[in-house]
């Protein structure tokens, strides 16, 4: 039985490799207590991520699975939700992710990087996370969803003590905090919609009856959360990725492109794992039959590190072309984010790195401290000597 403790947190990719070479499924004990099977090669975790026999839906789970206990406003979205309800819900939200509407908010958010990097001009050393991974996306976010420059800040300290708590007080707190905006927002919006995203849900719910309450509380939970935190930690495990290899740093300076967005994804993912999954029927993985009702975890670092899909997976490789990468997930749950988190990293990145030329760690790769997450990867800090 294998252990789910720091070294996953500290360590990932040489964790998984040894798990790799040991067998593609194992049985492993969350942090929590509860018992998971842990897949970790390639062409396992793809093929699991795309197979309708393991539900999403936390009904199908044998009652070992704990995880979140969302209230049920926020438990209606799409990370739990199978056919034939997910695709209904996804066509819905989706129109609003599609790229045609996407790419016209390039202006805007270039524009927020600048701003962003103006506030740090002059200065000779910053922590990056709070100065510009964070607010580069949670502006973006917030401004979809019709959200208050106000009330951002509350966001970052919400998502950290939902994903990486001290304790189980902080992760509860986190959460009814971030419920009680929702609500509150949504009501506001009802009184004085606009043109963002979440009054278009609420007339979508109202007027067309289109979404239940409970879907759109959800909708709205799972668009500030995962757009924003999954970026936050793009940027953050990107810089660092960068920051700590000299003649990767030089060849990304000449330009980010989508092709260096993706190979940083693969490289070091924001999601260490796939939203987990639940047979509804005993399953063969990887020659290992899992009963119906267990839990699984799809490790997306250890495929995308696997050395049976990627040549020499463990290097930084900007120009990586044959790069099909399981960051935004694979299949019917792909990710409905995915145009909006490469252009912000496409932009993030481009625009950081050609206003400081000279940007460099402050302290060595070892000092940089991680969350205490094996589920997110994320840093809690980024400090820089700007330059």
């Known amino acids: 039985m294998i252990e789910i403790d720091s070294a996953f947190v500290t360590e990932p990719r040489a964790t998984y490799a040894r798990l790799r070479a040991q067998g593609p499924v194992h049985r492993a004990t969350a942090p929590d207590g509860t018992s998971v099977w842990l897949v970790t090669r390639y062409a396992d975790v793809r093929a699991a991520l795309a197979d309708p026999r393991l539900s999403l ?83 973006v976010i917030c401004e979809l969803l019709g959200v208050d420059a106000a009330d951002r800040p509350d966001f970052r300290s919400w ?7 001290e304790t189980p007080d902080q992760a ?36 067309e ?32 990725a960068l920051l700590t290899r000299p003649s990767t740093l030089a060849q990304a300076r000449r330009g980010i492109s989508p092709t260096t967005v993706d190979e940083l994804l693969r490289f070091d993912p924001p999601p ?18 899992i009963p119906a009702g267990e839990t699984v ?47 912000e990293g496409e932009i993030g990145f481009g625009a950081l790195l050609s206003r400081f030329p000279n940007l460099a760690l402050s302290v060595s790769e070892e000092e940089l401290q991680w969350r205490n997450s094996f589920r997110n990867r994320g840093l809690r800090t980024l400090p820089v000597a700007l330059g």
């Open 57 to 139: 839906n936390k009904k199908n789970s044998g009652g070992g699975y704990l995880g979140f206990s969302l209230p049920p406003a926020l438990d209606a979205n799409l990370l739990n939700m199978d056919a034939p309800e997910h695709a209904r819900l996804r066509r819905v939200i989706g129109k609003a992710f599609a790229p045609r509407r996407i790419e016209p908010l390039r202006p805007r958010v270039q524009q927020i990087a600048d701003e962003l990097l103006d506030a740090l001009t002059g200065q000779d050393e910053a922590d990056l996370l709070p100065t510009y991974c964070a607010p580069l996306p949670i502006t």
């Open 209 to 240: 009856d289109r979404l239940s309450e409970d879907e759109l509380t959800s909708a709205a939970f799972l668009v500030l959360f995962a757009g924003y935190e999954n970026t936050v930690n793009l940027l953050g495990n990107g810089l660092a």
């Open 297 to 343: 975890l799809l490790s997306l670092v250890s495929a995308h590190h696997d050395p049976d899909r990627y040549a020499e997976p463990d290097h930084l490789d900007l120009g990586r072309e044959d790069n099909p990468h399981l960051a935004f997930g694979h299949g019917p749950h792909f990710c409905l984010g995915a145009s909006l988190a490469r252009m």
């Open 159 to 165: 998502t950290d003590g939902m994903l990486a708590p």
């Open 272 to 289: 260490q794992l796939a939203i987990r999954r639940f047979p509804v029927a005993d399953v063969e993985i990887g020659g290992v039959t």
């Open 172 to 207: 509860r707190e986190a959460l009814r905090a971030l419920y009680r905006y929702l609500l509150d927002l949504i009501a506001a919006k009802r009184a004085n919609p606009s043109a963002d995203f979440l009054s278009t849900l609420i007339e979508l719910r109202d007027e």
